[in-house]
């Protein structure tokens, strides 16, 4: 079973919501999954979603391919493609992003480059989400309890 982050506890078990996982998946292999499409898919669809690997270049080209499947078959439209950053900040233990350093002083948190590098790229990748603008942040604060940076 996958391991969830337990800001994400109130959802997760139905999977009504989109997991930082998926949305991380999503980002990796450059499609867009609108939440009104994710909960047109099927439990097991879902769950594929959170267990199939997206590491490796033929994993990410076969998630992609099976997410594009999938949304066509849900939907009848084809998925929304994106550009994929070859150097995604999440990967980057060397550098904190502006906009993440900002959310974090709002909550009085000083993110050393130091406490960076010890998360996982999937909680760098989480707060970099949860700290972006027009973003509900009420699991901001959660996640930065969660990863023990308060």
């Not at 800001?7 to 450059?30: H, N, Q, W, Y």
């Not at 270049?57 to 084809?78: H, K, M, S």
Request: hydrophobic residues 40%; proline residues 5%.
């Amino acid at each position: 079973m996958t391991n969830f982050f337990k800001f994400e506890a109130d959802f997760v078990d139905s999977l009504r919501c989109i997991p930082m996982l998926v949305r991380c998946k999503l980002d990796t292999c450059g499609i867009k999954l609108k939440l009104s499409d994710w909960n047109k898919m099927t439990q097991k669809e879902r769950e594929a979603l959170v267990e199939l690997p997206c590491t490796t270049p033929n994993e990410v080209q076969a998630y992609r391919d099976y997410l594009q499947n999938l949304i066509l078959q849900r939907t009848g439209t084809a998925a929304t493609e994106l550009s994929i950053d070859p150097h995604p900040a999440w990967k980057d233990t060397c550098t904190i992003p502006d906009n993440l350093q900002e959310k974090a002083k709002e909550f009085n948190i000083n993110l050393t480059l130091q406490k960076w590098s010890a998360l996982t790229e999937l909680q760098r990748f989480a707060l970099i989400k949860l700290s972006r603008s027009g973003h509900e942040n009420e699991n901001f604060p959660k996640a930065i309890a969660e990863f023990n940076l308060v």
